[in-house]
DNA sequence: CTTTGTTGACTTAACGGTCGCTAAAGTAAC
DNA sequence: GTTACTTTAGCGACCGTTAAGTCAACAAAG
């Protein structure tokens, strides 16, 4: 389950039904896609998949539980492993977040068919996301007090900062020039200027 | 059609049906709302919805006509009423897609329906979208060479700035505490971050 | 060894309900 | 009488979901 490094993304390893959840989802959306379509995509029958999930909705939430936990988990793995302070903190969760977005780019499309989940499915990932936010912001707050940063308003950085990396999926393509490693990097030194590092300092 | 101001945001000026299906689209996105929803919230019944449209997909194309057009037509505004200077420029834009993105926050979440939308129509937007795109670039790129701004990418942080910007209805609430103008003054500081120029700079 | 019972994985067939959409008739204003 | 618009009624298709049966694998009982 854990992965063996942060910087390092295995190909997703899926049971055969969320795989192919997973791209008609992607594709035609929760709304948009059927329960013929997930089943005929993954290779079984309509009644099959009911064997394996109990609903059309706990699929996709089988889905997104296994993209919120990774991303956290990694963002936490590189906050850890940088050297203590704010600046090197910041590059290391700002690359990892960008690498998961990228790399589980159809995963993180899902997001935003996160409001017709139930409320209490909802309220999980909305806590996840907030933890996110906070490991974040924590570190953006650090290198204000500490005027490594150049910021106004930490909380309002960090809110812009995720908001620019999560809208990396509706541009990012797979097959296109751009490998995840160069948008992490680009991204990155965007960041950096956002929170008033520039990119000479050491 | 054309507003006094691109400042000046009077409430949206729509036929009863849309503003209707405004509603609903945004509540429970394209695919999950029924043309009955759409019919019973505008007071109308299904066939008096059909007169005036031909389908359910042309009544979200009206509404993203309606929302694509001003966004660009302000933001072009924005630009021609500023000083003839990067920064001026700049912040301008940038205040006036902010503030469209909050005033009409309704019909911006309707952006992430845009891919179920058939093809001819997703070109159309996709142009818009590329228009604006190359307004804000212009103005980055100018900055970038006569060093007002300190950017490594014009290009990067364009699209960088414009998702930013796009993300802020995932978590604006028109009831809650900040009003469209404190969060495009705040943008706007962050903003000018991102392209590496201060606040201080005049 | 066979027989029998149990489980797990999956099938065929279909349930009631809702979907987007429309034909045809009606009404009110000009 | 024409135009603008609404109504009642319902089309066929598809929706998410389920009941009931099939079939291989395996274990305990004879």
């Given at each position: ?29 929760y ?24 609903s059309?909705q706990a699929?996709l939430v089988?889905?997104l ?48 068919e996160l409001r017709y989940l139930e409320p209490e499915s909802r309220r999980h990932y909305a806590a996840a996301r ?73």
């Open positions: 389950m854990a992965p063996a490094h942060w910087r390092h993304y295995p190909p997703l390893d899926l049971p055969p039904i969320l795989r192919g959840a997973l791209e008609v989802f992607t594709a035609r959306g709304h948009g896609s059927s329960v013929r379509e997930l089943a005929t995509h993954a290779g079984v029958t309509v009644p099959g998949l009911y064997y394996h999930y109990p059309k699929i089988a889905l539980d296994a993209c919120v936990g990774e991303l956290l988990s990694r963002a936490g793995a590189a906050h850890d492993e940088a050297a203590p302070t704010p600046r090197a903190r910041f590059t290391n969760i700002v690359e990892s977040i960008v690498l998961t977005v990228t790399h589980r780019s159809a995963l993180t499309v899902l997001d935003s907030k933890q996110l936010e906070n490991l974040l912001l924590g570190v953006v707050r650090a290198g204000h007090q500490s005027r490594t940063f150049d910021v106004s308003s930490p909380e309002d950085t960090t809110r812009a900062l995720l908001g620019m990396f999560q809208a990396i999926v509706t541009w990012y393509d797979p097959a296109g020039p751009l490998t995840p490693p160069e948008i992490a990097t680009r991204y990155r030194t965007i960041a950096l200027h956002t929170v008033g590092a520039t990119e000479a300092q050491r």
